[in-house]
């Protein structure tokens, strides 16, 4: 696929997430089938550049290009030096933010906040295009602030004319959060509309899903969010059923703990073996969600206070589990109790 200037493997995205979209998980998803993974948002406020968080979520080191930044932020001048950091330190996509949900993010007007002032998007865009003149700028959106403002078509126009050189869209409103379904009708008004390059997210979480999607949207590629944490294969199992309209088979209880011990040092290299031990428990609960007799190791493992003891407990939960079986087993009373914000979907 040729997107805004460059050859990728195909039209499946990583979205951002925050806490999530590191390094280590965009590698992973990219040798798991994505075309293109989109950072965790990095802020625009200069004041924190030095600081130990922007500076992982700026680490591209060794990372399959094209490298894609996405910056957060409500002051045109401090975005547009934001993006030219950013693609002074590698990043050969900047993507602006103004999909964000999270309170925290609204609260100070950035994110999807913005969508309820037209003008301010309009400011935000030409500066930062106009910043980084030879780099692509992207768009990530919402339909709107809520059902009753859905203003995404505005948007597109006034991206479209800030010279933003594609279009994301989750197909909700900010004040649906990540509650009721996408709205694939809304996204195709915007593909239909659309002069730029158009990206449908929200909802997409089997092979089936993304091709109904394509097909009801007409968009020029997909982003996946949550559905790939724990997941990455996902790209694969979507990448073969667009293409062949088969199904890949399940992966066996072997390959999924092998992903998972090669992404948990990952972690532990890229944030320190303290750091990396907490990080780990989140994505150690998204891989073992569905597994049989999850839920009692994930509480047991959520207590383990370093890498051997972690390492170690991964290593008995799946030995054990491919002594009954060595396909993913699925039990359906298992749940995934992780509410919290990060991992959402920029």
């Keep these: ?3 805004v200037g460059f050859s990728l493997r195909n039209n499946l995205f990583v979205a ?3 806490g999530v979209t590191d390094r280590p998980f965009r590698q ?3 040798k798991m089938g994505a075309g293109l993974a989109v950072s965790e948002m990095v802020t625009s406020n200069s004041l924190l550049y030095g600081s130990a968080k922007t500076q992982r979520r700026a680490n591209h080191d060794g990372e399959v290009k094209p490298i894609s930044v996405q910056i957060a932020g409500s002051v045109p001048k401090m975005m547009a030096d934001a993006a030219r950091h950013n693609v002074e330190r590698g990043a050969q996509i900047i993507d602006i933010n103004m999909g964000c949900p999270a309170k925290k993010i609204c609260n100070v007007m950035a994110g999807s906040a913005l969508l309820k002032d037209e003008t301010l998007v309009g400011q935000i865009l030409e500066a930062v295009v106009q910043a980084v003149p030879e780099t692509p700028v992207t768009l990530k959106i919402r339909t709107g602030w809520d059902k009753t403002s859905r203003n995404a078509l505005n948007i597109l126009k006034i991206a479209e004319q800030s010279g933003i050189r594609a279009l994301a869209v989750h197909g909700r409103t900010r004040a649906c959060g990540y509650t009721g379904h996408a709205e694939y009708e809304t996204i195709a008004e915007i593909k239909a509309a659309a002069q730029i390059p158009v990206i449908a997210n929200g909802d997409i979480t089997s092979p089936e899903k993304a091709k109904h999607v394509l097909d009801v949207t007409g968009v020029d590629a997909l982003m996946i969010g949550r559905a790939a944490q724990g997941r990455p294969w996902l790209f694969r199992e979507i990448e073969h059923f667009l293409a062949t309209g088969t199904h890949l088979p ?4 072997s390959e999924i703990h092998a992903i998972l011990l090669a992404h948990l040092d990952d972690l532990y290299a890229f ?6 031990v907490r990080v780990a428990r989140k994505h150690i609960s998204w891989y073992t969600k569905g597994l049989v007799g999850s839920a ?4 047991h493992m959520n207590l383990l206070p370093d890498v051997a003891t972690q390492q170690g407990a991964v290593n008995t939960f799946f030995l054990s589990l491919a002594e009954h079986s060595e396909h993913l087993r699925y039990d359906p009373t298992d749940n995934n109790n992780s509410n919290d914000s990060e991992g959402l979907a920029a």
């Design 1 to 3: 696929m040729e997107f």
């Design 250 to 253: 399940p992966p066996r209880v």
């Design 28 to 30: 992973l998803c990219k």
């Design 16 to 18: 951002p997430m925050a």
């Design 271 to 276: 944030y320190g073996v303290e750091t990396g």
């Design 296 to 299: 009692a190791f994930r509480h």
